[in-house]
């Protein structure tokens, strides 16, 4: 920058006019007539000389801006097309505005100097002073709103001083039709109740027609409040695609209809449950509907009786605190067991694989898959780590057998042995952070999963083979089913059978939390194959010692909201005597969930057990974790207990605010 501008850049001569007034009211109180009227004059002078040196001044600054063509391109015409104000980036002082930049904001070019933050309160220039060229957030002023783009000037004769050339272009209508366009955005969603099929089972055609009119009504009741179209797709699955503008209004109101299609119930008192997954910001109506599809897809997954909103990046969860329903159609399971003998028929080698730190259920599932692969003549492997596992007894006891000498395999030893004639079958786990060797998960392209735990926003894809029932006890229940489809009874183990039953006890402590039907007959079966209750309880039973360790963690243990027992550590223990301590608590009477958190080197691990209204997946999914309803945990790394402790408790105010 050159000299001139440098030596306009003086301070204002507001102070100097106003002590010389001074002096002038002094001499004329002092009846000093003639000297009153001398400083009069000089003084007049004086300010008429300023007022001149402005003008120039001010004609100076305005030509020398328009010799910078970065930022006075095409004006051409002596005055910039857009409101600009020339401030110094050291203070925010104001030294020169154009007239567009006057009519806009006020600003009045005064003998006081003004700073631009009392024009434009809470606006700063960190931005321009960090070399950007436009402002990181919009400015409205007035009922405009502008985009301010800038750029910097050094006065290399004032000491180094940086000057800022703001430029605010008014984006008002375009803002308006930008937003106009997002709030008018389709959102895509799919209505589905989930127990449609239990609801009209033996029920008249009348009966049923009634019934859907009950469920068309309260269904319609909702929709209309949103101004969207709805349309009946099937028996028990709705279209309904309206603008995004009411997406918020939903989301706030917990999606009512949740809550109220429970009013309606067949004759036999079944009350109905819905899903609702919704797409959302899809390129086209083609897209936001798989974006829908994959919503209720993972809606049913979870359990049904909530709402799941999928948008470009993530999914989003609403509802969902219910149990999961029963069913008791076991097609599914037919057709899985008949796929799945096929694909390991097809196969060279079958890894078998849970989740980290195996416990029963998972090496009990595990198991199970390894007699369904004898059957087809195919050699399985186990994948787990010997070292770090829930499940000792029992896997002791397995190797012992000689169906099983060898066939646990370490991550690594499978990555070697793994080729693209491989297949993966994942048990008791759909999270692919949560399985015991993920690089192997990655490795193989043919992946199964059976699972019965509600279905995480990172899940295991693509998958060939997908047994995923959330309705089921365990992954050993859901791995028993497929055997009696699949095998005969005398081609499972007894060793097998009671790796099958410990899991489902482990789960269902006992037959006394989540069980069903299908549990029972699944049980009974194995009872039948040749286990033992009575040794699937040894596998259970504890030393003296890790059971006084358990009542110490039960003594720690508090209250919080009259019902819920929460034990935090602050020092490290095992998982299973966390689980254990946490199934415990549940025998407390009007205790209706329990929560265990403990230390476990640089993370923080929380196991959590219900028999009530609280569903601590739901709870955990928000600190990462993850289980069902009755059965969840969390691992929350690089954290300390009282911070997880904190986030535990805001986590369940949120679920009870709910």
């Given amino acids: ?175 308006q039709v930008r937003d106009e366009y997002i709030r008018s955005r389709p959102v895509v969603s799919i209505i589905l109740i989930d127990n449609y099929d239990e609801m009209t089972k033996n029920l008249t055609e009348s009966a049923i027609s009634t019934l859907n009119a009950r469920l068309n009504n309260t269904i319609t009741e909702w929709t209309d409040g949103y101004n969207g179209l709805l349309r009946r797709l099937e028996r028990s ?27 309606v119930t067949s004759p036999s008192g079944l009350a109905a449950s819905i899903s609702i997954g919704l797409g959302v910001d899809g390129a086209n109506f083609e897209e936001s509907y798989d974006f829908a599809a994959l919503s209720i897809e993972m809606a049913l997954s979870r359990g049904g009786d909530q709402a799941v909103i999928k948008d470009r990046v993530n999914f989003s969860f609403y509802g969902g605190k219910s149990n999961e329903a ?119 392209s043919k992946v199964c999963v059976v699972d019965h735990h509600r279905r995480a926003a990172e899940y295991i894809s693509p998958v060939v083979v997908n047994l995923h029932e959330t309705y089921a006890s365990s992954a050993s229940e859901l791995v028993t089913e497929l055997l009696l489809y699949a095998v005969e009874k005398q081609d499972v183990l007894p060793i097998e059978a009671k790796c099958l039953l410990a899991g489902i006890c482990l789960d269902t402590k006992f037959f006394n939390v989540r069980t069903g039907e299908r549990t029972f007959e699944a049980a009974a079966a194995l009872r039948r194959m040749g286990a033992d209750t009575t040794e699937v309880k040894r596998l259970l039973q504890n030393d003296f010692h890790d059971t006084m360790e358990k009542y110490q963690i039960i003594k720690a243990a508090r209250l919080y909201r009259q019902e819920l027992a929460v034990a935090a550590l602050d020092v490290p223990t095992s998982r299973i005597l966390a689980a254990q301590a946490a199934d415990e608590l549940l025998n407390i009477e009007g205790i209706t969930a329990s929560f265990v958190l403990y230390p476990d080197e640089n993370q923080v691990i929380i196991s959590a057990r219900s028999i009530g209204s609280a569903n601590v997946q739901v709870i955990l999914e928000a600190l990462g974790g993850g289980g069902n309803a009755a059965t969840a945990g969390a691992q929350i790394p690089n954290a300390t207990v009282p911070e997880t402790l904190d986030a535990l408790v805001e986590s369940i105010d949120k679920f009870y605010e709910q």
């Fill in 1 to 175: 920058m050159n000299r001139k501008l440098g030596k306009l850049l003086r301070p204002g001569m507001g102070m100097y006019f106003a002590i010389m007034a001074i002096f002038c009211v002094a001499a004329l109180a002092e009846e000093r007539y003639w000297l009153a009227a001398a400083e009069t004059s000089v003084t007049l002078m004086v300010f008429i000389l300023y007022i001149l040196s402005r003008t120039r001044r001010d004609r100076k600054i305005q030509k020398y801006l328009q010799t910078i063509p970065t930022t006075m391109e095409g004006t051409g015409r002596g005055e910039s097309p857009l409101p600009a104000v020339l401030v110094r980036l050291g203070d925010g002082g104001i030294v020169w505005a154009n007239q567009r930049f006057s009519e806009m904001t006020g600003y009045a070019d005064t003998m006081m100097e003004q700073n631009l933050d009392e024009i434009l309160p809470a606006f700063d220039l960190d931005w321009l002073a960090a070399g950007k060229t436009e402002c990181p957030r919009d400015v409205t002023i007035g009922s405009r709103r502008y985009r301010i783009y800038g750029t910097t000037i050094r006065a290399e004769d004032s000491m180094g001083l940086m000057l800022g050339v703001l430029y605010f272009s008014d984006m008002t209508q375009l803002y």
């Fill in 237 to 263: 699955r709705f279209l309904f695609i309206f603008e995004k503008r009411d997406l918020q209004r939903a989301v706030e109101e917990k999606f009512a209809l949740l809550e109220s299609i429970h009013q």
């Fill in 326 to 444: 029963s069913y008791s159609s076991k097609v599914r399971s037919r057709v899985t067991a008949n796929s799945l003998m096929e694909l390991i028929g097809q196969s060279g080698h079958v890894f078998v694989m849970g989740h980290k730190n195996a416990d029963l259920d998972s090496v009990g599932a595990a198991v199970g898959i390894c007699c369904l692969c004898r059957k087809k003549g195919r050699k399985a492997n186990i994948v787990l780590d010997l070292d770090n596992n829930a499940a000792p007894k029992l896997i002791e006891e397995i190797r012992g057998e000689s169906h099983y000498r060898d066939v646990f395999l370490s991550g690594q030893d499978a990555l070697l042995m793994a080729d693209n004639r491989s297949i993966l079958i994942v048990v008791d786990t759909n999270r692919p952070d949560q399985v015991e060797c993920q690089p192997l998960l990655e490795a193989i």
